[in-house]
């Protein structure tokens, strides 16, 4: 009996440790690095045309990272994903913090489809419906304000 109440003791004593031991995790701030410039050419117009600085992901990391952990972006700044391949991708707002617009490219570089409003943390699969090669992602609502639309085609 004696033994158990040691034991018990030690426990409660690591258990207090423990409990009062707090430390702070603090995350470290993500910031914007622009790599490139990317202009949208409107389908209907060629005198109207729509400019971004953008932050390329184009290694595994950076793909499945993206915009994670971000608390804004600029409403000039987009994430440009780079792909080896053209087939159709799933895209969803994991670790995300701001609402997303997300713009499916093709190959040729004309956009093939939109999801808008992409809702932060939602794991829900965003589909191309198309084969894509590269997404762009920008600011929630953007697409509806700038009048983007499928058609459109991009230079970067």
């Given amino acids: 009996m004696h033994l158990k109440h040691l034991i018990f003791?030690?426990?409660?004593?690591?258990?207090?440790a423990c409990k009062n031991d707090k430390k702070m995790v603090s995350q470290?701030?993500?910031?914007?690095t622009k790599e490139g410039e990317l202009t949208?050419?409107?389908?209907?117009?060629?005198?109207?045309?729509?400019?971004?600085?953008?932050?390329?992901?184009?290694?595994?990391f950076d793909i499945q990272t993206?915009?994670?952990y971000r608390s804004s972006m600029?409403?000039?700044?987009?994430?440009?994903?780079?792909f080896n391949d053209e087939t159709e991708r799933y895209f969803y707002m994991k670790n995300t913090k701001i609402p997303l617009d997300i713009i499916y490219v093709n190959a040729a570089k004309t956009i093939v489809s939109i999801q808008?409003?992409?809702?932060?943390?939602?794991?829900?699969?965003l589909p191309s419906?198309?084969?894509?090669?590269?997404?762009?992602e920008i600011n929630a609502g953007l697409t509806q304000t700038l009048?983007?639309?499928v058609g459109d085609s991009l230079s970067f």
């Fill in 116 to 125: 808008k409003n992409a809702k932060p943390f939602d794991e829900t699969s």
């Fill in 9 to 16: 003791y030690f426990g409660l004593i690591a258990l207090t």
């Fill in 74 to 82: 600029a409403q000039n700044q987009g994430m440009l994903f780079v």
């Fill in 147 to 149: 009048n983007i639309k």
């Fill in 66 to 68: 993206g915009l994670m």
């Fill in 129 to 136: 419906n198309a084969p894509a090669k590269y997404v762009l």
């Fill in 40 to 60: 949208i050419h409107r389908i209907t117009s060629d005198t109207s045309k729509i400019n971004f600085d953008i932050e390329i992901a184009d290694t595994d």
């Fill in 28 to 32: 470290t701030k993500v910031a914007f």
